[in-house]
């Protein structure tokens, strides 16, 4: 099915498509030859090629055996007949010849019936149209080169037995001069001398003709057969083909919509239903374009704004902050209430910049103009730096802070959002510790390095793992605030792990402290599957209660989905990258 | 062209960084009154003499008329853009020139450093982030006499003059800005060592923490344009992949 393989060969040396191409990359990895079955069901070409190609081998001989079961019957209906008719004729003459013999004299019975013998093969001529054997007293006169064998025995019985009519039966004609035997007719009747008795003769028939006019019959079924089950499969892949191209056209042109190149069109051509199909994706992208400007019109008028607000909230902010940094100097000569105003100035204006770079960090994550700076780093280096910079916080809290590294920790990320996403992590351990030690652990495996940022401290509920990274939220509205983070950290750490592709996950059970992971592709781009540091923390004391059971096994077996796993984990199973945000 | 080669405002008082001498002059060019009004009290207090100008279309006429020692200018101007005022001030003089930029945006931060401005401060800035940052662009580098070392030096084809603040390539004068000189300086001054980044900052642009790379990628690709033969192809300042920079090797004629 030269057709059916050449649709088969396209399909794995890759059309023109991109899409198509990655397509077969796809089956390639997972080795086309280990799933065909996975081939067929993707290829529509193959399928219906292969469908027509059967479906005509099927119906073509099926038509074949019975044209040539009529053709057989045919030409063997005609030749028996005309055999029959030239027998009965040949047997008649005999008998007559053999009423007319003068029986007076010395007859010589063997001879009389070998002249007729040889009487009648001379009459048939050297076309070797019939042969004659006559059985008489045991004795076989052959006239031609058929020998007796080739006389079915039923028919030498029947012939035997009395029958008077002319018997004529089909055969296998066997020769003496070393000729295969060929298939034949073997006609038989009895002959009465008179006096004498009664001899069979029997008249044979091969049918050489007819079988090589049988065989060049089968030949040119067979090859108009081969022909046409040759031409159908070719012109199914045509038709397959055209009907595919333009789906195929049409699916391609999805995916470049959907890749952004929203100004690709279909071409459109006749009138007909992939002409329509086309026009309707053109429409489509038309009004997906058109949406989508609108769309990135209102971004562009959002990130405008927010540079317009950074712009002018920052000059006079720097106004204020500098008038107040004058009096904050100047606090000694002032009297003690507006000296204690001068350095309430001085802390909140601090808060308040902090605020409002996060605000405008959030914003510009909402307006989507945030951008990755993905650079090789030790992400080791980064943590012993934020270490290093949050020590003076560490000393206030009488915090011991330590590092735990394992394995390559080199990833492509963008340093300033990692050191930002590690800073909010240590901060938040540090002041909720309670002066117990703030574990740092860091793990890589081939494709992700984590970092997890385990403290001792006060915990927080299982259920509000996921609410911690909610924008303004906190633990205990009741508690007072110390360190004044802005309450945009954990959501902001969040978007920055997001647009690395990675994880960020929070665990924590009242009394035991809380562990923040973050997990990110080692590859900048690449797609995260499990991370190299567990949810939980390793060093769970082993208290038999029931919280604990499900975590431990389940952790690592729902790393990406499953939102029914949220409730038995009791909020470790947070989703990442699917966050509240 | 600007004729000042280096620490040459036009003003003329080349020695006004003196202990002793002369008040700095800063001209300070930003639209919003009540900032300049801060920013001339916070500088007079600091030992500064400030100008201001509030329209960019004004800022050069303002420029000239008060041979600052130091410009600092705003991003956004009414008149004229920030960063089209800095092109205008650079081409009459190395005078330098420290941005107050409200965006940390990559674009505009770029935009004004390619334009030719020093330094630029984010705003809202701690009024001692801005003094050290001025400070530190009308410091000079040790003199020759200081470093205990020649007065001239050799990188490549050039011949630099360190007390004469003069650069120059077959007897022709090369005009550079301060920040330029200090840049090639650096380089010039350890042949043998090879500058990252980071440790330029410091040095020329006196930043003690990691700043903003930018800085020295941009005011490297200014200095090619100036001294090298072909800037593509750069023989004085030496590219060392993954590193930094270091000076090219003296070429003696």
């Known amino acids: ?581 | 062209m600007f004729e000042g080669v280096a620490g040459g405002s036009t003003a003329g008082s080349t020695d006004q960084n003196e202990p002793g001498s002369a008040r700095p002059r800063v001209l300070v060019v930003d639209d919003d009154a009540a900032l300049a009004e801060m920013l001339s009290i916070v500088l007079r207090n600091e030992g500064f003499e400030p100008f201001w100008c509030a329209y960019g279309d004004k800022a050069l006429a303002s420029f000239r008329e008060n041979h600052p020692d130091l410009v600092l200018l705003d991003v956004m101007l009414p008149g004229r853009e920030g960063v089209d005022v800095c092109r205008d001030i650079r081409a009459e003089s190395g005078v330098p020139i420290v941005m107050l930029t409200a965006k940390t945006d990559t674009v505009d931060v770029v935009a004004g450093l390619e334009a030719g401005a020093d330094d630029y401060v984010s705003k809202p800035f701690k009024a001692k982030e801005l003094v050290a940052r001025i400070r530190t662009r009308l410091r000079r580098l040790p003199t020759a006499v200081e470093e205990g070392e020649a007065d001239t030096l050799s990188v490549g084809d050039l011949t630099i003059s360190v007390d004469g603040h003069s650069v120059k390539r077959d007897g022709t004068q090369i005009a550079l800005t301060p920040l330029e000189f200090d840049l090639l300086l650096a380089l010039a001054r350890r042949p043998w060592q090879v500058f990252s980044r980071e440790v330029l900052l410091e040095q020329v642009w006196g930043y003690r923490h990691a700043a903003d790379t930018r800085l020295v990628n941009v005011h490297v690709q200014r200095l090619r344009s100036k001294i090298e033969r072909d800037p593509e192809h750069p023989e004085i300042v030496v590219t060392v992949r993954g590193i930094g920079y270091k000076a090219g090797e003296p070429v003696r004629a």
């Open chain 1, 1 to 581: 099915m030269p057709a059916g393989l050449g649709s088969v060969g396209e399909t794995l040396q890759g059309g023109p498509g991109t899409q198509l191409a990655g397509r077969l990359r796809a089956v390639a990895r997972r080795g086309w030859w280990r799933s065909p079955l996975g081939l067929w069901s993707r290829s529509l070409p193959l399928r219906v090629t292969s469908t027509v190609f059967l479906a005509s081998v099927v119906v073509l001989v099926l038509g074949g055996l019975l044209l040539m079961q009529q053709a057989t019957s045919g030409v063997l209906n005609g030749k028996r007949e005309s055999a029959a008719n030239e027998a009965r004729q040949a047997v008649n003459t005999a008998q007559a010849q053999l009423n007319a013999t003068d029986l007076s004299g010395e007859v010589n019975v063997d001879k009389l019936l070998y002249d007729l013998a040889y009487g009648f093969a001379g009459r048939s001529g050297g076309s070797e149209q019939y042969q004659v054997i006559i059985l008489a007293r045991g004795q076989t006169i052959t006239a031609g080169s058929a020998t007796s064998d080739s006389i079915p025995t039923a028919l030498r019985a029947q012939v035997d037995a009395g029958s008077s009519d002319l018997l004529i039966t089909p055969t296998q004609v066997f020769y003496d001069d070393g000729r295969p035997p060929v298939a034949g007719l073997a006609a038989g009747s009895g002959l009465t001398l008179p006096g004498t008795g009664r001899y069979a003769i029997y008249l044979v028939f091969p049918l050489t003709q007819e079988v090589s006019t049988l065989a060049v019959l089968q030949t040119a079924v067979v090859s108009t057969g081969a022909v046409l089950v040759l031409m159908l499969t070719l012109i199914a892949a045509l038709v397959a083909r055209q009907v595919v191209t333009p789906v195929r056209e049409a699916a391609r042109a999805a995916e470049n919509l959907a890749s952004g190149n929203l100004h690709d069109r279909m071409r459109v051509r006749g009138q007909d239903d992939v002409a329509l199909l086309a026009t309707s994706m053109n429409n489509m992208a038309a009004e997906m374009e058109k949406q989508i400007t609108t769309l990135s019109e209102l971004s562009q008028v959002q990130q405008r704004f927010v540079s317009d607000v950074s712009h002018e909230l920052r000059t006079p902010l720097t106004t204020v902050r500098m008038a107040a940094e004058v009096l904050h100097d100047a606090r000694d000569d002032f009297d003690p209430i507006a000296a204690r105003s001068a350095e309430l100035l001085q802390t909140e204006l601090d808060r308040f910049e902090l605020l409002l770079n996060d605000l405008l960090e959030i914003s510009r994550f909402d307006a989507g103009a945030a951008t990755l700076t993905p650079v090789r780093t030790d992400l080791r280096s980064i943590v012993e730096r934020v270490v290093d910079a949050q020590e003076p916080l560490a000393r206030a809290y009488a915090v011991r802070v330590g590092i735990h590294a394992e394995g390559d920790t080199t990833a492509e990320v963008d340093v300033r959002r990692i050191e930002r996403i590690l800073r909010n992590l240590m901060t938040n351990a540090i002041e909720h510790s309670e002066g117990r030690p703030v574990d740092v652990l860091l793990a890589g495996d081939e494709e992700a390095v984590a970092v997890a940022v385990r403290d001792h401290g006060v915990g927080f509920e299982a259920s509000q793992a996921k609410q911690v990274f909610l924008r303004f939220w906190r633990a205990d509205p009741a508690r007072a605030r110390t360190v004044g983070g802005t309450g945009l950290g954990l959501a902001i750490s969040m978007e920055d792990a997001n647009l690395h592709g990675g994880w960020l996950t929070a665990w924590g059970r009242p009394g035991l402290g809380a562990q923040f992971r973050l997990t990110v592709p080692r590859q900048a781009g690449g797609v995260l599957q499990t991370s190299p540091l567990p949810m939980a923390p390793r060093d769970l004391p082993l208290v038999p209660v029931p919280v604990l059971e499900d975590e431990e096994p389940v952790e690592d077996q729902v790393p990406l989905d499953g939102p029914s796993s949220v409730g038995a984990l009791a909020g470790t199973g947070w989703q990442p990258g699917r966050g509240p945000s």
